[in-house]
């Protein structure tokens, strides 16, 4: 079993839809969530950072946490083609540096 | 701030030849890693850095990768020799603090 779990999609929604993006994990000592979005051709870039379990809203997103069921998910409300990227989910423990991604799921938003 | 550079942006060149990819990054962050991006494994870490110093390499597939950061400001990624199955989007990424990771546009190595 592969540490990080990641729905491997693709996606493709309407514009305007909730999407869901979901992944699950086995190690319990990951205590720091993440959720990255890479556009085509361009690196990773940051989009919400989360501790422990619980809600975190930014704008349109929501990223929540529950490590109960080592499950976390990242929410996009309203959803629009700008948001058409592939999204990583990763996580790390704190003991070190090293970052766990998932192998992310791409999602397109038709107009 | 101009974030992560990495030069080459594309390199194309033939087995056996040597790489080197290079990586400066953002002024300020104590931490820099080297990432290796394919569609059959994903974004594998290969190895990080803390204040200069290599912390963990475990992730280098084998002798013939090498890093460096001779100072706070540039590292470089070797393959000696390089072989088609290196071929992948390299990413190089700096932060400030562990948990949140700033990447670089990466360098696509096609090796034939």
């Known amino acids: 079993q592969k540490e990080v779990e990641q729905d491997p999609g693709p996606l493709s929604v309407p514009e305007g839809a909730i999407v869901s993006l979901n992944c699950t994990y086995s190690n319990s000592a990951f205590q720091y969530f993440m959720w990255y979005r890479q556009y085509s051709r361009k690196g990773p870039e940051l989009l919400m950072y989360?501790?422990?379990?619980g809600n975190k809203e930014d704008g349109r997103f929501t990223a929540q946490v529950d490590k109960s069921s080592k499950y976390i998910s990242l929410f996009i409300r309203d959803s629009q083609p700008s948001d058409s990227a592939t999204y990583l989910c990763?996580?790390?423990?704190?003991?070190?540096?090293?970052?766990?991604f998932g192998k992310g799921i791409t999602l397109s938003v038709r107009p | 701030d101009a974030g992560v550079i990495q030069s080459p942006r594309h390199e194309v060149t033939e087995m056996g030849q040597e790489v080197t990819l290079r990586c400066k990054p953002i002024?300020?962050?104590?931490?820099l890693f080297w990432y290796r991006q394919t569609m059959m494994r994903g974004l594998e870490l290969l190895i990080y850095?803390?204040?200069?110093?290599?912390?963990?390499d475990s992730g280098m597939p084998e002798d013939r990768f090498s890093a460096k950061m001779p100072n706070a400001s540039f590292s470089t990624l070797k393959i000696q020799p390089s072989e088609p199955r290196d071929s992948a989007v390299y990413f190089c990424?700096?932060?400030?603090?562990?948990?949140?990771?700033?990447f670089g546009p990466g360098t696509r190595l096609l090796v034939l």
């Open positions: 990763a996580m790390i423990t704190g003991a070190n540096s090293k970052l766990t």
């Open positions: 989360t501790y422990s379990s």
């Open positions: 990424a700096s932060s400030p603090v562990e948990e949140t990771q700033y």
């Open positions: 002024s300020g962050h104590d931490y």
């Open positions: 850095f803390n204040n200069n110093v290599p912390i963990d």
